[in-house]
C-alpha cells in the first residue's frame, strides 16, 4: 500500500486519521495541505475516486461562492487555488482514496 494522509497540522480528525495507520504499523506519508497544497493530478485523481462534491468542505466560509461556479473544472480550479476549501483529511491509496474519517473503508484496502 502507498497511503497519502492530505491534512491539516491541527485538524483533529487528521491526527486520528495517521494514529489509526500508526496502530496497524501501516507506513503513510502525511501532507500538509493548508502548508504545500494538492497538485492537479492529485485533486482530479480523488475527485475520480469520491466525487467533487464530497471535496469541499461545507464548514468553510467561501463554501456559497463555489455554489455559483457554472462548471466542475472551475470549482476543481479554485480548490487548487485554494487548498483550505477542501475537505480534510483526504486519505488515498493508488486510485482509491477518502474523505474524512473512513476506517471501515481503509480496512478493505490491501
Not at 9 to 32: G, N, V, Y
Amino acid at each position: 500500500m502507498n497511503i497519502q494522509i492530505f491534512g491539516a497540522s491541527k485538524s483533529f480528525d487528521t491526527k486520528k486519521s495517521e494514529r489509526w495507520f500508526k496502530e496497524r504499523r501501516i507506513k503513510f506519508q502525511a501532507i500538509d495541505v493548508r502548508k504545500y497544497g494538492m497538485s492537479r493530478g492529485e485533486l482530479s485523481s480523488v475527485r475520480q475516486a469520491v466525487g467533487l462534491e464530497a471535496m469541499i468542505d461545507p464548514k468553510h466560509p467561501d463554501y456559497t461562492l463555489l455554489e455559483y461556479l457554472v462548471s466542475d473544472q472551475a470549482k476543481l480550479d479554485k480548490l487548487y487555488e485554494d487548498p483550505t476549501l477542501l475537505n480534510l483529511p483526504i486519505v488515498r491509496n493508488g486510485k482509491q482514496a477518502t474523505v474524512g474519517y473512513c476506517p471501515q473503508i481503509w480496512e478493505s484496502w490491501s
